[in-house]
């Protein structure tokens, strides 16, 4: 029987299996990391396991990112565009119910705590933008300061003319090419 955030044995086969070829395929982005301490850690931790399948569900392609100098082994979205199974959000659920019409299903905040997850920061997005070119075609929702948010706005990136750039917009929209990307600290 399948229980919620619990994967069969065959689903952790086939999500390490995947995890494992992208690890290996892209090692400029975790240098200094060794795939079985990646597994070893990972075996231990199902229900981390889970949240890793449903960022890759949703398109996210998690690896391993190098985004700190503590011994944290970090997983994001390194999929090239925000992924597509988590797109046309608001940022939060103010925002998802400040809208009068045409609400969207979800909201990047809510859905992101259900899998256990956390939207990158600013920093962290700049960060995994020096790993290759992300958004290029899409944009990101980033983690909102609460500053911001007391006033409506938040935050989301993307890359264009060689360069990452963070905007902002009401909390309460929302576009089909405007996802969010997370991480996973084992």
């Not at 705590?113 to 960060?127: C, V």
């Amino acid at each position: 029987m399948k229980y919620i955030n619990q994967l069969t044995i065959a689903e952790r086969q086939a999500l390490l299996h995947v995890l494992e070829k992208r690890f290996k395929t892209n090692m400029n982005r975790h240098e200094g990391v060794t795939w079985s301490e990646i597994h070893d850690r990972l075996v231990t931790q199902p229900a981390k396991l889970w949240s890793l399948h449903e960022m890759e569900n949703s398109g996210g392609e998690p690896d391993v990112v190098v985004v700190n100098t503590t011994s944290e082994l970090t997983f994001v979205d390194c999929t090239l565009e925000s992924p597509a199974g988590r797109r046309s959000c608001c940022y939060d659920r103010e925002g998802l119910e400040s809208r009068k019409a045409h609400k969207p299903k979800t909201n990047a905040m809510d859905l992101a705590e259900a899998w256990g997850i956390t939207i990158l920061t600013e920093s962290e997005y700049r960060a995994l933008q020096s790993f290759g070119t992300f958004d290029t075609k899409t944009s990101s929702w980033l983690l909102t300061p609460p500053s911001i948010r007391a006033l409506g706005g938040s935050i989301f990136g993307d890359f264009r003319f060689g360069r990452v750039f963070v905007y902002h917009n009401g909390a309460q929209s929302y576009y089909a090419g405007r996802g969010f990307r997370g991480k996973l600290i084992l």
